[in-house]
């Protein structure tokens, strides 16, 4: 089940999100969802699957205590190269593969942000209305020097920014005034 209605975080046989464990390529994924939970923080055009573990995985999960999400990515298109993009109410991603060279090798190289702060930013500028921002940029590198070896390398980094301020003016009370940022960024 979902959290609620605004946020994608899982809850699972009656954990709570902070009792799952999430994983991209087998390795820890530390902060899987921007914002808590209003979309995940890697562009859905590098997965190539999700799985999802709700009970009876084995010990090579480590202190899962309630779910396993283990995302995998996938190499690029090798035959040519191929560009996608999309633009929606909250956010636009741009997606770019391609063959790179010896050993079948491929690329994968994903974008996106959002773009609230942009649109009503400035409409609403000296207000204590704020408008949190995202963005995420990953890639992938993949290649196979033999029949039976494969390379695979993903880097992924996101921000998620929110700053807010609060003039005297704006409250009328000296009390509830100041400022108050919050941002969260990784590098992978």
Do not use: C
């Not at 491929?106 to 930013?121: E, Q, V």
């Not at 890639?139 to 880097?155: E, F, Y």
């Amino acid at each position: 089940a979902m959290v609620n209605d605004f946020l994608g975080q899982m809850a699972v046989r009656g954990g709570g999100p902070q009792d799952n464990l999430y994983l991209i390529d087998h390795v820890p994924w530390p902060v899987p969802f921007h914002f808590g939970g209003i979309v995940s923080t890697v562009n859905s055009g590098l997965l190539d699957e999700v799985d999802l573990y709700a009970a009876a995985f084995g010990p090579k999960w480590g202190n899962a205590q309630d779910a396993v999400l283990d995302a995998r990515t996938r190499g690029g298109a090798r035959d040519r190269l191929h560009a996608r993009a999309d633009v929606n109410r909250l956010m636009s991603a741009a997606l770019l593969e391609g063959p790179a060279g010896p050993w079948e090798s491929s690329w994968t190289l994903g974008a996106r942000r959002s773009y609230l702060d942009l649109l009503f930013g400035r409409m609403f500028e000296g207000t204590v209305t704020a408008f949190p921002r995202f963005q995420d940029a990953g890639g992938t590198l993949d290649a196979r020097p033999t029949a039976h070896d494969r390379v695979h390398a993903i880097a992924l980094a996101t921000d998620d920014t929110l700053g807010l301020l609060l003039t005297p003016e704006e409250t009328g009370n000296t009390t509830f005034t100041g400022s108050f940022h919050y941002r969260n960024t990784y590098v992978t």
